[in-house]
């Protein structure tokens, strides 16, 4: 069964910086493209950033590129993204997914329960 | 504003056939990316429901099945039951943006 388990979230204030973090575990996770998808309050789905089995390609959604950055560490089974400069519309429950790019668009076979991120002074 | 749109809310009674739409444009939809759905009830992750346009995953019953034509893509449930009550994404890739698309979300009521 895989598992996919955020940590990290919390409260934070307008312009600070926020480190979460996804375990990984019942796949090999080396093998997986991964992906962060955030949902804010009442809201859908917002695809924040993927990165490849290899760490080697990645792209982020405009609203974060330079401010976030996801990374990988294949010998912890872990994604990471790291969070700065924040803002009170970053404020939103953020899923650790992985990707199967197999077929003619990423698509998410797996998402953890996420953690939410709050902004706010 | 979402890249991918979708009807806000659908409605049908138990039993009965809906279908919700994901319209998309030529830098999505139209060039050729799958199109996949997601199913999200109420304070819980979202879960793959349909992927590449009419592919069902294990354990997600036939009444649910999907297609895609031109610039759009639906998803289609018959004999809808209470458990069905939630809301449905689409999702796509698009060149233009180099970024993964997903719809605006469709509340799904059962009567």
């Known amino acids: 069964q895989v598992q996919l388990v955020e940590s990290g979230g919390g409260l934070v204030k307008p312009g600070g910086s926020l480190r979460l973090s996804c375990a990984a575990s019942e796949f090999p996770f080396d093998d997986y493209y991964m992906s962060w998808v955030r949902q804010a309050p009442g809201k859908g789905l917002d695809w924040v950033a993927y990165?490849?089995?290899?760490?080697?390609?990645?792209n982020y959604a405009a609203s974060v590129k330079g401010r976030f950055t996801i990374s990988r560490d294949n010998a912890k089974n872990s994604l990471y993204l790291q969070m700065n400069s924040l803002r009170a519309e970053d404020t939103a429950i953020y899923y650790c997914a992985r990707y199967d790019m197999g077929y003619g668009a990423p698509v998410v076979d797996h998402w953890g329960q996420g953690t939410l991120v709050t902004v706010s002074s | 504003q979402s890249v991918l749109t979708q009807p806000p809310s659908v409605s049908g009674a138990s039993g009965q056939r809906v279908t919700i739409s994901c319209t998309g444009t030529s830098s999505n939809i139209g060039a050729g990316y799958d199109v996949h759905w997601y199913q999200q009830i109420p304070g819980r992750a979202p879960k793959l429901l349909m992927y590449a346009n009419n592919n069902r995953p294990a354990g997600v019953p036939e009444r649910f099945s999907g297609s895609k034509s031109g610039t759009s893509a639906s998803l289609a449930i018959t004999g809808l039951q209470g458990e069905d009550e939630a809301d449905y994404y689409c999702q796509t890739y698009d060149s233009s943006l180099s970024a993964v698309v997903f719809g605006g979300g469709t509340k799904l009521t059962v009567l």
């Open positions: 990165i490849s089995s290899g760490g080697i390609t990645i």
